[in-house]
């Protein structure tokens, strides 16, 4: 099916994935840190994202990060589906997953924070619940069996990351899901691409505390 010309593209498509865009800047971390007078892109790693707002500010301030990363990820993709032109050339779903990806353009590089954002999983997760919340479970089982096996969160997200295209192949997705899965994965590796550094020079630091493995065999 060829491709849709940008002229050819309803107003309307440009109005809701620039909203997406705006929604995505919206970053839950430094709209509490405001609140707490803090900037967590000053502290710990330096990424505006749930890991470094729960290693420097707690557990109930990066719940509320994740919270506002995941919801925004789903409003984004909500209002697309919902608004989405029905004569347009492109269709209601693939409207859906081009504002979640816009959404999460946005976290990585938010307009009202000088660009400076997180790293995007969480805001794909949200328009993931929205799109195709079938693939979240076995996400969420590849993510948490990498975080026990190795303790490395960087490396559990971008593992999960990678399943979505494999995920999207597997089902025999349409176009939409299946650009979407690849773009999403290529991104989350980039923004992740100092953590895979780091795991590469031995200098990653770990979440000792999920590190089953390591305990059972100390134990």
């Not at 971008?158 to 399943?163: P, S």
Request: charged residues 10%.
């Amino acid at each position: 099916m060829p491709s849709p010309s940008l002229t050819s593209i309803a107003p309307a498509t440009y109005a809701l994935i620039l909203a997406a865009y705006l929604i995505g800047s919206l970053s839950g971390s430094l709209l509490l840190g405001r609140l707490r007078g803090v900037d967590i892109r000053q502290l710990g790693s330096g990424n505006a994202g749930g890991t470094n707002a729960f290693r420097t500010q707690g557990l109930r301030f990066a719940l509320g990060v994740v919270v506002i990363d995941i919801g925004k990820g789903m409003l984004a993709a909500w209002l697309a589906l919902r608004y989405a032109p029905v004569a347009s050339t492109l269709s209601v779903t693939a409207h859906g997953y081009a504002a979640a990806f816009a959404a999460v353009l946005g976290h990585v590089w938010p307009l009202w924070h000088g660009f400076r954002g997180g790293k995007g999983a969480a805001t794909v997760v949200g328009g993931l619940l929205v799109l195709w919340p079938f693939a979240i479970p076995a996400l969420l089982i590849v993510w948490v069996a990498t975080l026990v096996l190795s303790g490395y969160v960087g490396l559990a997200t971008v593992l999960a990351a990678l399943c979505l295209p494999l995920l999207a192949w597997w089902s025999d997705a349409g176009e939409p899901r299946l650009w979407f899965a690849c773009a999403a994965a290529l991104l989350i590796v980039y923004t992740h691409r100092g953590n895979l550094a780091r795991l590469r020079a031995g200098t990653e630091s770990r979440f000792a505390r999920a590190r089953l493995l390591h305990r059972l065999r100390r134990g």
